[in-house]
């Protein structure tokens, strides 16, 4: 291994330590530690803790049950941000992203842009486990996926068809097209501030009862994209990051902003250095509000106006979240359920 191990007690000390140090704006909320299995999830993955945890409670690894847990969210035409019902690109054509990270073998397996296949999460698994590789794309993702056996359905549903169709029917300069600019973006003007763009996404984490910790994000990705657009849920170390010594964090909201800062990552190896999964999430969102500079993604008072969630866990089994705009929760399970817990934020 590259790393250096933490002994569970090593890390609860440092944790604490430099978790107290540590010095961001925003509000905090307490420190939430579970005992036992654990799972986390964006908010919208109430269900999607309890299988996991219940599926971990009856043996399974920590992969497979995050999995599963997000396959509920995939398959369920309500949810318009991931899998099944999810918004369409700026074509129609629904087009998905998913990753996933095993933390016993620290193989990763993910897919983008994959058209017609309801769990992408499913066969981001299958590249980890039946290729060499880490990421497919497209077509080449659609034909390993139908190799395996995986039917091509149409994930378009009335209600996001109904959607693109009013979007398309509306379109004006809130498109993701940009004319020529400076390099500071100010030409643009106020039009081109980026706020109302639609996110959504589902993150899962757990460790199971060997302690073995994995993780998972699927996406239908930004709704009315580019065709081709790909997010930062596929992309390891952005959408999702996992260590088996130390922990695993994930995200939701503008992709963009997380690609270019590699948060997931970051969360993973300031939690290494001792930070707390909360106080390494505010930390990523402050890096990511320190680095935009662009008008057109600020608000009046200069702050980023778009927003960004982390969710992560530790070993020791500790969980946070923080977000950089408003409250919000994330979803937590263990053996005595599951439930919502707040996040911290930057801004209100
Ligand atoms: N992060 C995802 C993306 O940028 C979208 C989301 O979380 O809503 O594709």
């Known amino acids: 291994m590259l790393h250096t191990a933490v002994s569970r007690r090593d890390f609860l000390k440092t944790s604490t330590l430099a978790g107290a140090s540590t010095i961001l704006t ?27 945890v219940e599926e971990i409670n009856g043996g399974a690894d920590a992969l497979d049950a995050v999995i599963s847990g997000v396959n509920l969210v995939e398959e369920d035409p309500n949810d318009t941000s991931v899998g099944y019902g999810g918004l ?28 017609g296949i309801k769990y992408p999460s499913k066969v981001a698994r299958l590249v980890l486990q039946r290729t060499d590789h880490v990421l497919l794309v497209a077509e080449g993702a659609q034909r390993f996926a139908r190799m395996h056996g995986f039917q091509i359905e149409d994930l378009l549903t009335e209600r996001a068809r109904e959607s693109w169709v009013r979007w398309r029917e509306n379109l004006s300069n809130r498109d993701d097209y940009l004319p020529p600019h400076g390099p500071d973006d100010r030409d643009l003007g106020e039009a081109l501030r980026r706020n109302e763009d639609h996110w959504g996404t589902i993150h899962c984490s757990a460790i199971d009862l060997n302690g073995h910790i994995s993780s998972v994000t699927t996406t239908s990705g930004l709704a009315f994209k580019i065709p081709g657009r790909v997010g930062d849920s596929p992309i390891i170390g952005a959408g999702l990051y996992c260590d088996n010594e130390v922990g695993a964090a994930g995200s939701t909201g503008r992709g963009e902003a997380n690609l270019e800062n590699c948060c997931s ?38 702050q980023p106006s778009f927003n960004v969630s982390f969710y992560a866990l530790n070993k020791a089994g500790e969980v946070g979240g923080a977000r950089i705009r408003g409250r919000g929760r994330m979803a937590v399970a263990d053996a005595n359920g599951a439930r919502h817990i707040r996040m911290a934020y930057l801004y209100e």
């Open 265 to 302: 990552f970051l969360i993973v190896e300031r939690m290494r250095m001792g930070d707390s999964p909360e106080a390494a999430c505010l930390y990523a969102c402050q890096r990511i509000a320190e680095h935009t500079h662009l008008a057109r993604l600020q608000n009046e008072a200069g």
């Open 26 to 52: 925003g509000s905090r909320v307490p420190p939430t530690r579970i005992a036992g299995p654990v799972a986390i999830a964006s908010g919208n993955g109430l269900g999607a803790v309890a299988r996991a």
């Open 88 to 115: 369409p690109n700026a074509e129609g054509v629904v087009e998905l992203d998913s990753a996933v990270m095993h933390g016993p073998t620290g193989r990763a397996g993910a897919v983008a842009s994959l058209q």
